[in-house]
């Protein structure tokens, strides 16, 4: 074959290694370059020949093409050419280096001089490779390919066991590449070169680019790792730790594929049951981390670290696992006080679970170890309490869990009960009642353990006794809920029939009758500041009561004679009066005023008979249920009745106790309601009732009220002087009562009915001087103001404006109104400097309104506005028109310009204000002012010392002077004039029309054509 020949075809065989190839972006450009036949062109050309079938190893052809590469290379083509064919033959030399480096040398068969030999030759063809990597990169500076060469030589070099210098390319491939695709292996590589130079800093910052570069999953994992070992050895052991918990949140977060790992919890999680690599990786990553925290503040730093990185998806997993590390890492090293406190701070983080437990179990075994048996004890309560049944673990643990804790949970409970009871009974006074609560407590736990089905097996004792310790010792606490119903299953178990058991029967019933008094008194004092409706209303309470009434007639029923029975009926009246049981209330009513000799309330004549002698204990048993019988009457609204009950129990009462107060209050609240039950259908008869209750109760608080209650229903009849007559009274009384606050609006009401506008007027201002500002005082102040003026009284009435005026710069609109009503008084009084003064207050608090809120100002705001402004205008146009120009002409000329400025300015506002009714006017009174003064200089006094010609010159200059203002004045008028276009016209249009005409008699004074002169036009 001819050279050329073989170089067409080693040409096409590159072709299509190159259009294959890595250097995907060096071959697009060498493709675009030309425009003459492509290799792809010649490869396609020779397709259809037949080339035989080559099986050939992967060495084979690696050395089959760099021999052809390399004849190439001699043949010297192309320059680009060249180039490529230097590149690929660099990159099949790589790639045949791969293949055939270190290969077989874990051959047990080979001798040490053929594994030396083999090593031997394998450094020499990675120092050619070096040298061939070196010698491109020089000559072709600027290619694309590169990137992969210099990547190619830094692994050479770290090979070769040349940190140093493949640091140096890896540096400079990572300036001249910052995005290249082999980011996160080469700061992998960087991090692992300054690890072993032992520049633990640089190498974290590589560590991190690794994790934070895309497609690092290769190397994540490994450079967490090791980005934990460095911050170790540079003793930033806070640092270290947070990368070793995320070697574990890798780890777990890989096995999450494997169903077994994924399925795993809290409560079965071991690092042993990840996959082999990742369990080897956790053990020594979890001893590093052990260490590490032995040198801090050991677990307390675990503490901090595991608080510190809650936000992790997996930490709570293996968590427990980081603190038994621990433990035992500081049991090896004979730190057992250290181990103890591992234990415990993990306990305190996560008391509710599984494993808390566990490690109590652990600590207990510690304790015992030690002869440590106070710290034993109060584990085994903590741990009662933590895990039993009412714990927030025991509500929410699964059954393998509450099985795996009962046997120490009966045990340490009923133990730690034992104790405590035994220990109470040596008490005395409060330090008793504290002891026997605990006693109770700790029987209350063992005994919800022990009625458990699963604890069946585990008991050795019948639980009876214990019960009724429980029941002896929550009684002796002074915890009546809880020991009432253990005393009511002992006393009323219809099981029972022996006679040791029927004696505990009627003890415990008694036992019952008293508990749910203590209970009741327990009540009262913890709910004394509570409403007793909310406690009506209360189910549990309601319960309550109902289960002593029953007991208590239990008792009563079966033990009539026994002399505690009367003294349970007084109570059980009580609280069958606290539950609204009015029944029951009636009955133990009825029994205990019948045991007395006195006729029950159902008797018509129970509201008159005489009170019957009794001893003091039985008087004080008569007026309880008969003043609580009255109370339940009242409660059930039944007025007229409570009334008389009140009457009646009023006579077995003590006039110095508190329930007679208590009762004739009550006796006026009972009028007073009857009152109010009818004042809708017969209103003058509750006014009647209401003024009835001063006169049989004076002292009562209702009586203020109903007077009035009265007073406003009068008012609510319009029965106005009555009404007054009954609020008149009732503030000179009461002067300083609160109501008597709401009472001058009252009399005003009524005085306005009545037309007495004078005296309501009066009340208004009375409500002004005691109201605090607002709403209602400023109206007040307003309405009396008015009334004043309905009464005629006009000097009130102007001093209440003024005062409102002065006050209340707001609402706007009202305000403005009220200057408008003080300038009205002043106009009528002929006073028009104080007028104008309110006329000046009206345009000022229209500015400051308008700057901060124009959308407040209405139509009649600016009509007033208007009003004031012209009014001002034509004052000041009086005054302008009334300073004669006299010689100096500058003195008196100055003095009638500054009054027309004036003018002018007021003017101006009217014009501003845009009112239809205003406009025209201003607009005719200022082009006048502008006429007059033209005029008023022409015929000004002229100066006496001038001679002919200087007078003449004089006369000249004074038309000069007055033409421009008579220019103004007509151009003023011609513009009021041009609102007849708009289709305004009123007479100061008209009158402008006028002046022109005057004025500009060519323009405005022409005659009509005549009908005549039309005709000859057309």
């Given at each position: 074959?001819?050279v050329?020949?073989y170089?067409?075809?080693?040409?096409?065989?590159?072709?299509?290694?190159?259009?294959?190839?890595c250097?995907?972006?060096?071959?697009?450009?060498?493709?675009?370059?030309?425009k003459?036949?492509?290799?792809?062109?010649?490869?396609?050309?020779?397709?259809?020949?037949?080339?035989?079938?080559?099986?050939?190893?992967?060495?084979?052809?690696?050395?089959?093409?760099?021999?052809?590469?390399?004849?190439?290379?001699?043949?010297?083509?192309?320059p680009?050419?060249?180039?490529?064919?230097?590149?690929?033959?660099?990159?099949?030399n790589t790639?045949?280096f791969?293949?055939?480096?270190?290969a077989?040398?874990?051959?047990?068969?080979?001798?040490?001089?053929?594994v030396?030999?083999?090593?031997t030759?394998?450094?020499?063809?990675?120092?050619?490779?070096?040298?061939?990597?070196?010698q491109?990169?020089?000559?072709?500076?600027?290619?694309?390919?590169?990137?992969?060469?210099?990547y190619?030589l830094?692994?050479?070099?770290d090979?070769?066991?040349k940190l140093?210098?493949?640091l140096?390319?890896?540096?400079?491939?990572?300036?001249?590449?910052?995005?290249?695709?082999?980011?996160?292996?080469l700061?992998f590589?960087?991090?692992?070169?300054?690890?072993?130079?032992?520049?633990?800093?640089?190498?974290?910052?590589?560590?991190?680019?690794?994790?934070t570069?895309q497609?690092n999953?290769?190397?994540?994992?490994?450079?967490?790792?090791?980005?934990?070992?460095?911050e170790?050895?540079?003793?930033?052991?806070?640092?270290?730790?947070?990368?070793?918990?995320?070697?574990?949140?890798?780890?777990?977060?890989?096995?999450?594929s494997n169903?077994?790992?994924?399925?795993?919890?809290?409560?079965?999680f071991?690092?042993e049951k990840?996959?082999?690599?990742?369990?080897?990786?956790?053990?020594?990553?979890?001893?590093?981390?052990s260490i590490s925290?032995s040198?801090?503040?050991?677990?307390?730093?675990?503490?901090?670290?595991?608080n510190?990185n809650?936000?992790?998806?997996?930490?709570?997993?293996?968590?427990?696992?980081l603190?038994a590390?621990?433990?035992e890492?500081?049991?090896?090293?004979?730190?057992?006080?250290?181990?103890?406190?591992?234990?415990?701070t993990?306990i305190?983080?996560?008391?509710?679970?599984?494993?808390?437990?566990?490690?109590?179990?652990?600590?207990l075994?510690?304790?015992?170890?030690?002869?440590k048996f106070?710290?034993m004890?109060k584990?085994?309560?903590?741990?009662?309490?933590?895990?039993?049944?009412?714990?927030?673990?025991g509500?929410?643990?699964n059954?393998?869990?509450?099985?795996?804790?009962?046997p120490?949970?009966l045990?340490?409970?009923?133990?730690?009960?034992?104790?405590l009871?035994a220990?109470?009974?040596t008490?005395?006074?409060?330090?008793r009642?504290?002891?026997?609560?605990?006693?109770?407590?700790?029987l209350n736990?063992?005994?919800?353990l022990?009625?458990?089905?699963?604890?069946?097996?585990l008991?050795t004792k019948?639980?009876?006794n214990?019960?009724?310790?429980?029941?002896?010792?929550?009684?002796?606490?002074?915890?009546?809920?809880?020991?009432i119903?253990?005393?009511?299953?002992?006393?009323y178990?219809?099981?029972?029939?022996?006679?040791?058991?029927?004696?505990?029967?009627?003890q415990s019933?008694y036992?019952?009758?008293?508990?749910?008094r203590?209970?009741?008194?327990?009540?009262?004092?913890?709910q004394q500041?509570?409403?007793?409706?909310e406690?009506?209303?209360?189910?549990?309470?309601?319960k309550?009561?109902?289960?002593?009434?029953?007991?208590?007639?239990?008792?009563i029923?079966?033990?009539?004679?026994d002399?505690?029975?009367?003294?349970?009926?007084s109570?059980?009246a009580?609280?069958?009066?606290?539950?609204?049981?009015?029944?029951?209330?009636?009955?133990?009513?009825?029994?205990?005023?019948?045991?007395h000799g006195?006729?029950?309330l159902?008797?018509a004549?129970?509201?008159?008979?005489?009170?019957?002698?009794?001893?003091?204990?039985?008087?004080?048993?008569?007026?309880?249920?008969?003043?609580l019988?009255a109370?339940?009457?009242?409660?059930?609204?039944?007025?007229?009745?409570?009334?008389?009950g009140?009457?009646?129990?009023?006579?077995?009462?003590?006039?110095?106790?508190?329930?007679w107060s208590?009762m004739?209050?009550?006796l006026?609240?009972?009028?007073?309601?009857q009152?109010?039950?009818?004042?809708?259908t017969?209103?003058?008869?509750?006014?009647s009732?209401?003024?009835?209750?001063?006169?049989?109760?004076?002292?009562?608080?209702?009586?203020v009220n109903?007077?009035?209650?009265a007073?406003?229903?009068?008012?609510?009849?319009?029965?106005?002087?009555?009404?007054v007559?009954?609020?008149?009274?009732?503030?000179q009384?009461?002067?300083?009562?609160?109501f008597?606050?709401?009472?001058?609006?009252k009399?005003a009401q009524?005085?306005?009915?009545?037309?007495?506008w004078?005296?309501?007027?009066?009340q208004?201002?009375?409500?002004?001087?005691?109201?605090?500002?607002g709403?209602l005082?400023r109206?007040?102040?307003?309405?009396?103001a008015e009334?004043y003026?309905?009464?005629?009284?006009?000097?009130s009435?102007?001093?209440?404006?003024r005062?409102?005026a002065?006050?209340?710069?707001?609402?706007f609109?009202?305000?403005?109104?009220?200057?408008?009503k003080?300038?009205?008084?002043?106009?009528?009084?002929g006073?028009?400097?104080?007028?104008?003064?309110?006329?000046?207050?009206?345009?000022?608090?229209?500015?400051?309104?308008?700057?901060?809120?124009?959308?407040?100002?209405?139509a009649?705001?600016i009509?007033?506005?208007?009003?004031?402004?012209?009014?001002?205008g034509?004052?000041?146009?009086?005054?302008?028109?009334?300073?004669?120009?006299?010689?100096?002409?500058?003195?008196?000329?100055?003095?009638?310009?500054?009054?027309?400025?004036?003018?002018?300015g007021?003017?101006?506002?009217?014009?501003?204000?845009?009112?239809?009714?205003?406009?025209?006017?201003?607009?005719y009174?200022?082009?006048?002012?502008?006429?007059q003064?033209?005029?008023?200089?022409?015929?000004s006094?002229?100066?006496?010392?001038?001679?002919?010609?200087?007078?003449?010159?004089?006369?000249?200059?004074l038309e000069?002077?007055?033409?421009?203002?008579?220019?103004?004045a007509?151009?003023?008028?011609?513009?009021?004039t041009?609102?007849?276009?708009?289709?305004i016209?009123?007479?100061?249009?008209?009158?402008?029309f006028?002046r022109?005409a005057?004025?500009?008699?060519?323009?405005?004074?022409?005659?009509?054509l005549?009908?005549e002169?039309?005709?000859?036009?057309?």
């Amino acid at each position: 074959m001819s050279v050329s020949a073989y170089l067409s075809g080693a040409l096409i065989l590159i072709s299509g290694i190159a259009l294959s190839g890595c250097f995907s972006s060096g071959q697009a450009d060498y493709a675009q370059q030309a425009k003459r036949t492509s290799l792809g062109d010649l490869a396609n050309k020779r397709s259809s020949e037949t080339v035989a079938s080559v099986e050939m190893s992967q060495t084979q052809r690696s050395a089959k093409l760099a021999h052809i590469y390399q004849q190439l290379l001699t043949l010297e083509p192309d320059p680009e050419i060249r180039t490529h064919v230097e590149y690929r033959l660099a990159q099949i030399n790589t790639e045949s280096f791969e293949t055939q480096s270190y290969a077989d040398l874990d051959d047990e068969s080979q001798t040490d001089s053929q594994v030396l030999a083999k090593l031997t030759q394998n450094d020499a063809a990675l120092q050619k490779l070096i040298t061939e990597y070196q010698q491109l990169l020089q000559r072709y500076p600027q290619r694309p390919e590169n990137e992969h060469i210099q990547y190619q030589l830094a692994k050479a070099l770290d090979l070769q066991g040349k940190l140093d210098e493949s640091l140096a390319e890896v540096e400079s491939l990572l300036r001249h590449y910052p995005q290249t695709v082999y980011l996160a292996e080469l700061n992998f590589r960087r991090g692992e070169i300054y690890y072993n130079l032992q520049n633990y800093s640089a190498a974290i910052q590589s560590y991190k680019k690794v994790l934070t570069a895309q497609h690092n999953q290769k190397y994540q994992l490994n450079s967490l790792y090791m980005l934990g070992w460095s911050e170790f050895k540079l003793n930033r052991l806070a640092n270290a730790d947070k990368a070793f918990l995320q070697v574990f949140e890798a780890l777990v977060a890989s096995q999450q594929s494997n169903s077994d790992v994924a399925n795993l919890t809290s409560d079965n999680f071991t690092f042993e049951k990840l996959g082999s690599r990742a369990q080897n990786l956790a053990i020594d990553t979890q001893r590093v981390l052990s260490i590490s925290l032995s040198q801090q503040l050991q677990s307390q730093s675990l503490l901090t670290l595991v608080n510190d990185n809650q936000s992790l998806p997996y930490l709570g997993l293996y968590q427990h696992v980081l603190f038994a590390n621990l433990a035992e890492f500081l049991l090896d090293k004979k730190l057992d006080y250290d181990a103890e406190q591992t234990y415990r701070t993990y306990i305190a983080l996560a008391p509710d679970n599984i494993w808390s437990a566990r490690y109590s179990l652990k600590l207990l075994d510690l304790y015992q170890g030690q002869g440590k048996f106070a710290s034993m004890h109060k584990l085994k309560n903590d741990y009662v309490n933590q895990y039993g049944l009412s714990s927030t673990f025991g509500v929410n643990a699964n059954k393998a869990q509450q099985a795996e804790l009962l046997p120490q949970l009966l045990s340490f409970s009923d133990e730690h009960s034992r104790r405590l009871y035994a220990d109470a009974q040596t008490q005395q006074g409060a330090q008793r009642v504290s002891a026997f609560a605990q006693a109770a407590s700790a029987l209350n736990t063992y005994l919800q353990l022990a009625k458990l089905p699963q604890a069946g097996n585990l008991l050795t004792k019948d639980i009876l006794n214990d019960e009724y310790l429980f029941a002896d010792a929550n009684f002796e606490a002074k915890q009546y809920q809880q020991a009432i119903a253990s005393y009511y299953t002992i006393a009323y178990d219809a099981t029972a029939t022996s006679a040791a058991l029927r004696k505990i029967q009627q003890q415990s019933a008694y036992a019952t009758t008293v508990t749910v008094r203590k209970i009741l008194s327990q009540h009262e004092q913890s709910q004394q500041n509570q409403n007793q409706n909310e406690q009506r209303n209360n189910d549990d309470y309601n319960k309550l009561i109902s289960q002593r009434n029953q007991l208590d007639k239990d008792f009563i029923n079966q033990y009539p004679s026994d002399k505690r029975a009367l003294q349970l009926a007084s109570n059980a009246a009580q609280y069958s009066f606290d539950a609204q049981h009015y029944t029951d209330l009636k009955y133990f009513t009825d029994f205990v005023l019948q045991a007395h000799g006195i006729n029950t309330l159902n008797d018509a004549a129970s509201s008159v008979q005489t009170a019957t002698p009794l001893s003091d204990a039985a008087r004080k048993q008569v007026q309880f249920v008969s003043q609580l019988y009255a109370n339940s009457l009242y409660q059930q609204e039944q007025y007229a009745q409570a009334e008389e009950g009140y009457i009646l129990a009023l006579q077995y009462t003590d006039k110095s106790t508190d329930s007679w107060s208590e009762m004739r209050n009550l006796l006026a609240s009972s009028i007073y309601f009857q009152a109010q039950a009818v004042k809708q259908t017969q209103p003058e008869l509750a006014v009647s009732q209401l003024l009835r209750v001063a006169q049989a109760v004076p002292e009562s608080k209702y009586a203020v009220n109903a007077e009035l209650d009265a007073a406003n229903l009068l008012l609510e009849q319009q029965r106005w002087q009555e009404a007054v007559d009954v609020l008149k009274p009732f503030q000179q009384r009461y002067p300083n009562h609160e109501f008597s606050a709401v009472i001058p609006a009252k009399l005003a009401q009524s005085y306005e009915a009545l037309a007495q506008w004078d005296l309501a007027a009066e009340q208004l201002l009375i409500i002004v001087a005691n109201e605090k500002p607002g709403a209602l005082k400023r109206e007040a102040q307003y309405t009396a103001a008015e009334y004043y003026l309905k009464a005629g009284d006009n000097n009130s009435a102007l001093s209440t404006f003024r005062t409102y005026a002065k006050t209340y710069p707001q609402p706007f609109d009202v305000a403005q109104e009220v200057r408008f009503k003080m300038s009205e008084f002043y106009r009528q009084s002929g006073e028009a400097n104080k007028q104008y003064y309110w006329f000046r207050q009206i345009l000022s608090f229209d500015r400051k309104q308008l700057q901060q809120d124009a959308n407040a100002i209405q139509a009649r705001q600016i009509e007033l506005a208007s009003i004031a402004a012209f009014a001002l205008g034509e004052a000041e146009q009086r005054s302008f028109a009334a300073i004669k120009l006299n010689a100096p002409l500058q003195k008196s000329l100055m003095r009638k310009q500054d009054a027309m400025k004036k003018a002018i300015g007021y003017y101006q506002q009217v014009l501003d204000f845009q009112l239809a009714k205003y406009v025209p006017h201003a607009t005719y009174n200022l082009a006048e002012m502008y006429r007059q003064l033209a005029s008023d200089m022409m015929s000004s006094q002229r100066p006496g010392d001038l001679d002919e010609l200087a007078l003449e010159e004089y006369e000249i200059l004074l038309e000069e002077l007055a033409y421009p203002f008579e220019e103004k004045a007509i151009e003023i008028h011609i513009s009021n004039t041009q609102r007849a276009w708009d289709d305004i016209v009123d007479q100061w249009i008209e009158q402008s029309f006028k002046r022109l005409a005057q004025m500009s008699p060519a323009l405005y004074q022409k005659q009509e054509l005549t009908h005549e002169v039309i005709d000859a036009i057309h």
